[in-house]
């Protein structure tokens, strides 16, 4: 059965895109710890981060540090925090968390945001990232 994530990548449920590529994809999250948390996830299914190929795992990287970009400049932040937990959805995924404190980034903490703003904050990061240019 595919993942809640490859159903959001074949556009079989909604999600909140800020960002994609050939391999790759970026998302908000829908239980974020704070407003502009993103999710970059690879478009191939595997379950585990680190089965990820070595090529993939620097692709993200990269994918992921302009996503990062551009979501430092839309969401006001000291520093972008990344971690993988990885048990919640059985599909490997990078969260990029905006903080301005160690606090900021805690597995479990939930911060509401409604739909509107979701919308709001998704359209703020698709267009910083799409101004950071590439590397």
Same mark, same amino acid.
């Given at each position: 059965?595919?993942?809640? &994530?490859?159903? =959001? ?7 909140? =895109?800020?960002?994609?590529? @050939?391999? &790759? ?31 993939? #795992?620097?692709? #993200? ?32 995924? #990078?969260?990029?968390?905006? =903080?301005?404190? @160690? ?17 709001? #904050? ?6 910083? =990232? ?6």
């Amino acid at each position: 059965m595919a993942s809640i &994530f490859t159903r =959001i990548i074949n556009r079989e449920i909604p999600g909140h =895109i800020v960002a994609e590529n @050939e391999e &790759f994809i970026a998302f908000l999250d829908v239980r974020p710890m704070h407003e502009g948390h993103t999710l970059c996830v690879p478009k191939r299914e595997v379950d585990y981060y680190y089965d990820l190929t070595d090529d993939e #795992l620097t692709a #993200l990287t990269l994918f992921s540090k302009r996503v990062a970009r551009g979501l430092k400049k839309a969401v006001p932040c000291k520093r972008i925090a990344n971690g993988v937990l990885g048990l919640e959805v059985p599909h490997a995924h #990078l969260h990029l968390v905006p =903080i301005r404190e @160690e606090g900021d980034f805690r597995f479990g903490k939930v911060v509401p945001v409604t739909d509107e703003r979701m919308e709001e #904050l998704r359209r703020e990061i698709a267009d910083a =990232i799409d101004s950071t240019g590439q590397d």
